[in-house]
């Protein structure tokens, strides 16, 4: 989607006149746009869809989610402050964030050497540590609109596993419901091993991150995708397409900043758990290609790496002895 000028400058209304704007590539859901106003404040404008056929179940209600997780992690993390929402779809048929401009420059936009890759994960990891410390009031996707959002961990993450296996369903994308489904009921035990909600950002992958130039993290975005619930959570978000080495030197910075996701990771249930979540977001992944109307020439082959992923991820699951839990 896009907003015209006309219709920028009635949101913006209340706070000022714009001087000058720029429209914001990378993304491929929201449209973001880059404001300045007329008295120098630098705003960032993302205008998130409300079509129902454009979005997965889990993200009803997200842009809401958005703003209220930033307002959660203002105390923990570098996250942008924001200074207006409108969510009344009276100006353009989308719900609107505005927040402050980030310093520093996107990760992602940088060609960092292996040794400043490390570097920067163990500084993300440090970073999960404070984020992991914000508690939560429930657990699951915090927008009630989604019906994932619950008072325990397992019933949370079955309603985001039926959730995103009816968006498979509906969209016509191809999905190994019957083996999700069988290996969720033999694992899914696991999950009332968390019993105390935090928030998990959900998407911290190099695009979401913004950097200085000695490389220090000071940005986060894009907390609409955020959950309610276990640590552990993080990691997948943080290494969608499973780089190696990737999810150990995060810990590494977790563990130096008393953080929990080692312990976590070797208790009982904390493999399973993981790999449950691994199976979650890339089915995800897969579900989306179809929902968002992906397009370009690299989509066949990021098609068949993620279908890849999904299919390693379900047959850890499949061969893994159920854990014992007390």
Not at 51 to 58: A, F, I, K, S, V
Request: charged share 25%; aromatic share 6%.
């Amino acid at each position: 989607m896009s907003l015209t000028p006309a219709q920028l400058a009635a949101v913006l209304e209340p706070l000022g006149e714009i001087a000058r704007s720029e429209a914001l590539t990378g993304g491929t859901f929201a449209a973001t746009l880059a404001v300045t106003l007329t008295d120098g404040a630098r705003l960032i404008v993302k205008a998130t869809p409300t079509d129902p056929r454009r979005l997965c179940r889990y993200e009803r209600g997200i842009a809401a989610s958005e703003a209220l997780v930033y307002g959660m992690l203002a105390e923990r993390a570098p996250v942008p402050e924001v200074v207006m929402t409108d969510f009344s779809r009276s100006v353009v048929d989308a719900d609107i964030v505005v927040t402050r401009h980030l310093p520093g420059r996107v990760w992602n936009d940088l060609e960092l050497d292996a040794a400043a890759t490390v570097r920067v994960r163990h500084a993300l990891g440090a970073l999960m540590a404070e984020l992991h410390r914000v508690p939560a009031p429930a657990f699951g996707y915090p927008a009630r609109e989604t019906g994932m959002r619950h008072d325990d961990w397992r019933t949370a993450i079955t309603a985001m596993f039926d959730g995103i296996l009816r968006d498979a369903a509906e969209s016509g994308t191809i999905v190994p419901e019957a083996r999700i489904r069988a290996a969720l009921s033999r694992h899914g035990h696991v999950l009332e091993a968390v019993t105390d909600p935090v928030v998990v950002h959900n998407d911290l992958w190099p695009a979401n991150i913004f950097l200085d130039d000695d490389l220090r993290i000071v940005g986060l975005i894009d907390t609409e995708r955020a959950v309610w619930g276990d640590p552990l959570f993080d990691l997948v978000g943080a290494n969608q397409m499973a780089e190696e080495r990737a999810e150990e030197q995060i810990i590494a910075g977790d563990t130096d900043a008393g953080g929990v996701l080692a312990a976590e990771l070797v208790s009982p249930t904390g493999a399973i758990r993981l790999a449950l979540y691994r199976l979650y977001y890339r089915l995800i992944l897969v579900t989306e290609i179809d929902i968002r109307g992906f397009e370009g020439e690299w989509l066949p082959q990021y098609r068949a790496s993620v279908a890849r992923l999904l299919d390693d991820a379900l047959r850890a699951l499949e061969a893994a002895e159920p854990a014992r839990t007390l």
